[in-house]
């Protein structure tokens, strides 16, 4: 039963990546005062696999100077690593109980600069190699404050499992009273995704395509399959801690649309950030503030002890 139930969360994975890519262009076109897709299917509805059988029937080449191995098999990795993050995804059945979820996810969501670099590399392209040391760079540092805010939560719910945040937050929500550290939040998962105004691995205005330059159809697919993948999880994972937790009920859901709708909302809201302010935003400012959240946690917690156990 457990290999169904991964079996069917990586179908409906790759299913709702499609019609998150169709939200996406549709919003663009309302923000652009154009129309978006709206020819294949009813109202556009067919358009993801219309797209996807595109990509995935276009004939497929390879750079004459590239690492031919490693640069075919890249792709699948990337693609490997962003659905083994959805393991943490909380059943109501069949659930794998992960007792250290957040440390799994730290582990694997460190893995995912890997497969940038390697595409970087084995592309053997000046604009790819700079738009993996680019998105090299710019992970580390906002891992580090994405760890730290975390960390910070899990001290006050004083388990490591995801699956107990909604048994915390039944009296009140985490972001009622941590606005600005879920602000923070919210943009180092920007970052941690690529997306824009911090999607400076593929950068088109400097680096032509960044990272996956020399890839296109399958290839490119699958990159762009696992990049959105990673930014549903990221969505979910923001519903889990900061907005109540009821895994189980269909507010749930609404939620964790909402907050995909802000992942587009704010690509068509902001250009592209500098990429030296972008580092001194992570280390002069999320790190610090980050780490005094800590510090007013571990507060709470001894408040919390001292007035309910003394």
Excluded at 48 to 67: A, R, T, V, W
Excluded at 161 to 186: A, D, K, T, Y
Aim: aromatic fraction near 22%; proline fraction near 3%; include cysteine.
């Amino acid at each position: 039963m457990y290999y169904i139930t991964c079996l069917i969360l990586m179908a409906l994975v790759m299913v709702s990546v499609g019609f998150y890519t169709l939200l996406e262009r549709s919003i663009m076109g309302y923000m652009h005062i154009r129309k978006g897709p709206n020819k294949v299917g009813y109202m556009g509805l067919l358009q993801p696999f219309s797209d996807g059988m595109k990509l995935f029937i276009k004939e497929q080449f390879f750079p004459k100077n590239s690492n031919f191995l490693v640069y075919y098999i890249c792709p699948f990795l990337g693609l490997i690593q962003s659905l083994f993050i959805w393991l943490l995804f909380p059943y109501y059945f069949n659930c794998i109980d992960f007792n250290f979820g957040f440390l799994f996810f730290l582990c694997v969501s460190s893995l995912g600069v890997y497969s940038l670099i390697i595409c970087g590399w084995s592309s053997n392209s000046i604009y790819s190699t700079l738009g993996c040391i680019r998105s090299l760079s710019q992970a580390i540092s906002y891992e580090v404050s994405l760890s730290l805010i975390l960390l910070g939560f899990f001290l006050l719910s004083d388990s490591y499992n995801l699956i107990n945040f909604h048994l915390v937050q039944e009296m009140g929500w985490f972001i009622f009273f941590s606005l600005p550290i879920f602000l923070c939040w919210f943009s180092c998962s920007l970052a941690e995704t690529n997306r824009s105004p911090f999607d400076f691995s593929e950068g088109e205005s400097e680096l032509v395509s960044g990272f996956n330059i020399e890839y296109g159809a399958g290839g490119f697919a699958l990159l762009f399959i696992s990049e959105y993948a990673s930014i549903i999880f990221m969505s979910l994972l923001s519903c889990l801690i900061f907005l109540g937790g009821d895994y189980y009920s269909f507010l749930f859901f609404i939620k964790l649309i909402i907050l995909c709708y802000l992942f587009v909302w704010i690509r068509c809201a902001l250009p592209r950030y500098r990429y030296d302010k972008l580092m001194y935003l992570a280390w002069k400012c999320y790190l610090p503030l980050s780490l005094n959240y800590i510090l007013y946690f571990v507060m709470l917690k001894i408040m919390f002890f001292y007035h309910f156990f003394l």
